[in-house]
């Protein structure tokens, strides 16, 4: 790059990268910004521009008070974010989601990051990763990295895939599990012996599942995807379905060292299991349910199985080509890498899903880097914020061994004590009781927000 260490080097010019840019120019910091396009385009991008959204035009729900990511929408609207301000200003109508023109939206961020006089916009591409002497770096470089880029990423992380076909497995909410029909155990009641939420089926219930399973309509290959393989500990369940009707029974859906505690006397014909997936609890995974099924497949098939009719989806399965970090294992609470303190990185690249999410990581870098470019340290926003939420799942509260991308939602929040009744004195139920734990995790986040906000500016770092 040959830049000196008087900057802060962004490479990628994302949604991420232009946040962070944003956030870091905004303080104070002179900013050098990297974007390989034109100079080397990629197989999704259309045009040169910054910030430009390959895929949808949606930022989905704009509902801070009831949804997960309408409240990470309002809490960037709180912390001066651009690609909110952007997208404000060339909404299209959506209903009650935030959608915006695409064209309009990337054109604004990249006009306001030219004019900025801490910005300076540099269009080439970064092959490696700077050393420590050229200053500080966030790496927003998203799950397009460039190959020789890529490459450089893996060798200093130590990891052995970087990309790869990823076929995530849904996540779902530990409350909507009937436990009526499920029940905790491991098998041959290993480890704490209750690790696992098990849900049993019989034998038609297993064909029944299989049947659908290798029916449903699945995800298709983008043209630039068909080449990539799969990562080899993580099959597609129809794949894996495709090699004959018993393959899942000896497989992840083996019942084997497993008791019903409902039906002691009955064994289970085939078992799904779930694996608690935070720290917290109140997420778990299927096991081995890595999927390409559509989406709304997924919803109607797994909720076929037994326990899982009124099941809520965290994040559902997919089928990405995808670059990311082992986040947990490799980052710090400040995106730092452990290993090279003066690499932060931003954005999907970090494991998150979806275009605020990946915007709202190069936020909070952005800001991370620029108290230490100050010579300072910058606390981060409370676990009860969903800001805190995403940074804190991504930088421990994940188990690095089953590590995905995810999705902001209130699974990832701390638990939080909500009203019982309603203002007439009926007891809340269903629907309305979960309207009003989403609520009171919004109201909560909203408030210790403005207290993160409020606190007085970094203090200088001890020497």
Known sequence: ?????????????????????????????????????????TDAHVTDHLAELVCSNSFRSDDWENNAVGLLHEEMRRCQSLIMLAAGHHQVPAGGALAVDRVGFSKEVQATLEAHPNITIIREEVTALPPAEEGLCIVATGPLTAPSLSDNIRRLTQEDELSFFDAIAPILHKDSINFDVAWYQ???????????????????QYNTF??????????????????????????????????????????????VGLTNAHDPATKPYAVVQLRQDNALGTLYNMVGFQTKLKYGEQTRIFRMIPGLAGAEFARLGGLHRNTFLNSPKLLD????????????????????????????????????ATAEWHSAVMTPPPATTALGALLHHITGGADAKTFQPMNINYGLFPPINTPTKNADGKRLRGKEKGRARKQAHSHRALADLATWLGTPRPQQAAE
């Not at 962070?20 to 974007?35: I, M």
């Not at 491991?186 to 696992?196: L, Q």
């Not at 049947?211 to 309509?217: N, P, R, Y």
Request: one cysteine or more.
């Open 1 to 41: 790059m040959g830049a000196t260490s008087n900057y802060i080097h962004i490479i990628g010019g994302g949604l991420a990268g232009s946040e962070a840019a944003w956030q870091a120019a905004e303080r104070g910091a002179s900013v050098r910004l990297y974007e390989m396009r034109p100079t080397r385009g």
């Open 186 to 204: 491991s098998r041959y009641d290993k480890g704490d012996g209750a690790d696992y939420i098990n849900c049993p089926l019989t034998k038609d």
């Open 210 to 255: 299989i049947h659908e399973l290798l029916s449903g309509a699945k995800t298709d290959f983008k043209e630039w995807e068909k080449d990539t393989p799969y990562f080899d500990g993580c099959l597609p369940i129809e794949v894996m379905a495709e090699r004959g009707p018993d393959t899942l029974r000896y497989g992840p859906m083996k019942p």
């Open 333 to 368: 609470t400040q995106m730092r890498m452990v290993s090279a303190p003066h690499l932060r990185f931003a954005g999907q690249i970090t494991g998150v899903e979806g275009y605020v999410e990946s915007a709202a990581i190069g936020l909070l870098t952005g800001r991370f």
